[in-house]
């Protein structure tokens, strides 16, 4: 899924919740219910507006938050490396709060349910998918496990990252065993096994820097060889062909769509060559000489 097709699905989402706000508020109480606690007991309310339209709002925030993050982050040539995993997540979780609508929604209409088993299984696909993600990152200063550990080292920042990520699929299969753990099951099946996971994960980043921080690790020298001679590749094919595309740096390398974006975009940064175009197939890069 392309940049273009992710923002149409998240405005989708935003429309979505705020178009059931507009239709269905006049029928709603004055008060509704905003807030259950882990027994599933209703402990908070908002008003009318602010029941309906507080998801809403959040919703769209968070799509400016999905639109800038990638443009300010001064490592950002490494988000778009992971650019398929981020678009991902920031789908699953607008479904997520769309679901949470719809949930506090249905009860305020006078439909009676436990809140908290609803929700299990919508954080087993969010923990799935932020597991998915964080076995993908590559340092960066907005998305991730980022401690002063982390962030100081890539080979922990990828260790920590690829712990994390295994750690959050374990969660989600818990929280999807969790519709069998009855009243109780968002403690056992999301909070209990959330806390941990970032504990472990917290901890693990420093041991791992206690280990690894602050050595050229082999590993780290390859990749950077490797990359360096990759770019080299790169110039060269540049030279010999006006237009060039994502796709022809994947066949000419044998690299991932994520990783020929990521050649092209440093290069590019370097002003190297220039991007024709803004997004989706029809975007092609020439030489600058």
Do not use: C
């Amino acid at each position: 899924m392309n940049k273009n097709a992710s923002k149409i699905w998240l405005i989708t989402f935003v429309a979505v919740a705020f178009l059931a706000g507009l239709v269905l508020y006049g029928v709603m109480p004055d008060r509704i219910a905003s807030h259950w606690n882990v027994a599933g007991q209703v402990n908070g309310y908002l008003s009318r507006f602010w029941g309906l339209f507080l998801v809403p709002l959040i919703m769209g925030a968070l799509f400016l938050l999905y639109w800038f993050l990638p443009k300010i982050d001064p490592l950002k040539n490494n988000i778009e490396s992971f650019r398929k995993y981020y678009d991902r997540i920031w789908i699953i979780i607008f479904a997520f709060l769309l679901y949470v609508d719809f949930l506090q929604i249905v009860w305020n209409l006078g439909i009676r349910f436990n809140f908290g088993m609803a929700l299990v299984p919508a954080f087993s696909l969010l923990w799935y998918g932020i597991g998915g993600l964080l076995e993908k990152t590559k340092r960066n200063w907005f998305i991730g496990i980022r401690t002063p550990w982390t962030l100081s080292s890539d080979i922990v920042w990828e260790k920590t990252h690829q712990l994390a990520g295994k750690l959050f699929i374990v969660m989600a299969i818990i929280a999807f065993l969790g519709i069998f753990f009855g009243d109780k099951a968002i403690v056992f099946a999301v909070l209990i096994p959330a806390v941990t996971t970032a504990v472990v994960s917290v901890a693990y980043s420093y041991f791992a820097f206690k280990k690894f921080g602050g050595e050229k690790t082999d590993l780290i020298k390859d990749k950077e060889d490797k990359k360096v001679e990759n770019l080299g590749k790169v110039l060269e094919y540049f030279t010999s062909h006006q237009k060039v595309s994502n796709d022809d740096i994947e066949k000419l390398l044998g690299v991932s769509d994520a990783t020929a974006t990521n050649y092209l975009s440093e290069l590019e940064s370097r002003g190297k060559i220039s991007q024709i175009g803004k997004d989706g197939r029809y975007v092609y890069y020439t030489f600058n000489g």
